[in-house]
């Protein structure tokens, strides 16, 4: 292993474990239920990145996975009550499946013309969830949660664990592709899909292969989360408010760099977070969108991009 | 006859036709490459030029037409299959990896079109040599966007050798070149060629044609108007009016 590995995975083991002694430590109940909502977010946004960020393929779908995530939960725990590890790999096998299709559906168009397909097929799953009774049709559903295991005294907790764990494994599969050929074909389809096809870059199949992973992930951090709310309804699931956050998250901490989408989402939910607590939900949106058009105006390349800038500034200064 | 002659030829492009709509950019072009020739590509603007190279390098589909590569009927084949089998180009206008330095735009073509499985290292070396032969080597590590006009030229060059073809063309390489950058160019190429590489040169710039080519091949309106040496074909009265016009 290089020594950026053990680096990288000491991190992920400190992380882990803070969570862990968090989750064992800590009395009041709220630092979970906002820790879980921001963990979440840099998950979606890491796995969002790998086709958003490496490819260059925007996709508005974020809420699409995300949802049928949180679906494929309600109909696991309603069918066969399935514990929640179950519910995690049924979603994000579902979402493997899911990102084939869309993938092959949409891949061949480029730009803008993929970002639309994409928001359109977030209308068409939750119209069919709307109309699907089994699961709660438009009215939505109750869940109830299992008996939480041991060492955790509390469900919240747990899934704040869990969440925790999702996230390292999103950075670990990220990274891993960012260093790899994988992610230079992304890098050089994404530069120019024809030169790099001519340089013998199979580009449908990489873009095929990014979105299957990416939407395996997505799938994944939604599962949980109908446990989360105990509660699940299509307007609630497929809310665009995911696929906008997600999107300004990454953008916002920068998509040339895995480490890009996690320092977005930390700050853009913790703001969110703090906003929803002191003021109100609704400013948080406003918020969001102010700072979406700040970096896209000052710092295009994100918080990567701009302390790179400032990096390589300084080193000429030195020369 | 001479033993060239005999030998199958390495790419045959039979009856390809190319149509944009109503527009037909090549009509029934047919014509044999050898194997190991320098092949000159000539015609006024609009000719089919690029059209007809991307049909070879499968950027476009060609509906009638065969393209035999080797032995191997390559119509169908994706753009990148094609590179794999060994077909490498150049564009006409440079298309370089932005976000990249030099060394990595090249490190794209070794990661994916190199035909053995080498190590990392074994490919950073020969990624070098490539470099260093097209006089690149300083400039391995600077980002792509950071070249001058025949610096790029040569990286997409570069780029293409390091796909290891067996058929290079080069698109306009020297357009936009100084006369001794255009020398530079050419004796690049002309490098490759002594390496047993095959290419086609499509060139405005006739004394490098000239130098370059062991035949020459000039398309007018999407059709063939001439083909044989240089001297033959600049001497032909049909290529000399779609030049100077009647």
Redesign the interface.
């Known amino acids: 292993m290089t020594r950026n590995g053990i680096a990288f995975w000491t991190g992920a083991a400190v992380f882990l474990a803070a969570v862990f002694a968090m989750t064992q430590l800590v009395g009041n109940q709220y630092p979970f239920f906002a820790g879980y909502v921001i963990l979440q977010f840099v998950a979606l946004a890491v796995a969002w990145s790998i086709l958003g960020g490496y490819a260059g393929y925007v996709n508005f779908g974020t809420s699409a996975f995300f949802g049928v995530g949180v679906y494929a939960s309600v109909f696991l725990v309603n069918a066969f009550g399935a514990p929640l590890p179950v519910q995690i790999l049924t979603g994000a096998a579902i979402g493997a499946l899911m990102g084939f299709a869309l993938g092959l559906l949409t891949l061949r168009m480029q730009g803008i013309f993929f970002s639309i397909a994409t928001i359109a097929l977030t209308i068409i799953i939750e119209t069919t969830i709307t109309n699907w009774r089994y699961v709660g049709g438009a009215a939505g559903i109750q869940i109830q949660r299992p008996a939480v295991t041991a060492p955790f005294d509390n469900y919240v907790q747990m899934l704040f664990f869990v969440q925790a764990l999702l996230v390292v494994l999103a950075v670990a599969i990220s990274r891993y592709i960012q260093n790899s ?1 994988i992610g ?2 992304l ?2 389809l ?3 899909e ?11 199949r990489l873009k095929l292969l990014a979105c299957v992973i990416s939407g395996a992930l997505m799938c994944a951090v939604g599962a949980p989360s109908a446990m989360y709310l105990q509660y699940a309804d299509p307007a609630g699931a497929f809310n665009l408010n995911y696929s906008v956050s997600t999107l300004a998250m990454s953008l916002i901490g920068g998509t ?1 760099h895995w480490s890009g989408p996690i320092v977005g989402a930390i700050l853009l939910g913790t703001t969110q977070q703090l906003l929803t607590v002191t003021i109100s939900s609704e400013v948080n949106v406003l918020v969001l969108g102010v700072m979406l058009v700040l970096f896209v105006v000052g710092a295009p390349e994100g918080i990567i991009g701009l302390i790179r800038k400032l990096r390589g500034k300084g080193k000429e200064g030195e020369a | 006859m001479t033993l060239a002659d005999t030998r199958s030829p390495l790419l045959r492009i039979s009856s390809l036709t190319k149509r944009f709509g109503g527009f037909t950019a090549l009509r029934n072009v047919s014509v044999d490459i050898r194997p190991g020739e320098r092949f000159g590509l000539i015609g006024p603007n609009g000719s089919g030029k690029t059209t007809l190279i991307n049909c070879i390098s499968g950027a476009f589909r060609t509906e009638p037409g065969t393209i035999l590569f080797g032995d191997e009927d390559i119509t169908p084949l994706q753009p990148h299959v094609r590179t794999r089998r060994g077909i490498a180009r150049s564009f006409q206008i440079p298309r370089p990896f932005r976000s990249m330095t030099v060394a990595e735009n090249l490190m794209v073509a070794l990661d994916f079109a190199a035909h053995e499985h080498v190590s990392v290292g074994e490919r950073r070396d020969t990624m070098m040599s490539i470099l260093e032969q097209m006089g690149l080597g300083s400039k391995a590590n600077v980002p792509a966007t950071q070249l001058s006009q025949v610096e790029l030229r040569k990286m997409e060059l570069a780029r293409a050798m390091a796909t290891h073809p067996k058929l290079l063309i080069s698109d306009e390489a020297m357009a936009g070149l100084s006369g001794s950058e255009v020398d530079e160019v050419l004796d690049l190429l002309l490098s490759f060629a002594s390496c047993n590489i095959t290419i086609i040169m499509i060139e405005h710039i006739m004394q490098a044609v000239m130098r370059f080519s062991e035949r020459v091949m000039c398309l007018d309106a999407g059709t063939i108007i001439a083909i044989g040496t240089p001297s033959e074909v600049m001497a032909d009265q049909r290529v000399q009016e779609a030049y100077l016009g009647t």
Do not use: H, K, Y
């Open positions: 050929w230079r074909g890098q050089a994404r530069d120019d024809l030169a790099a096809e001519c340089t013998g870059v199979p580009t449908l040339a």
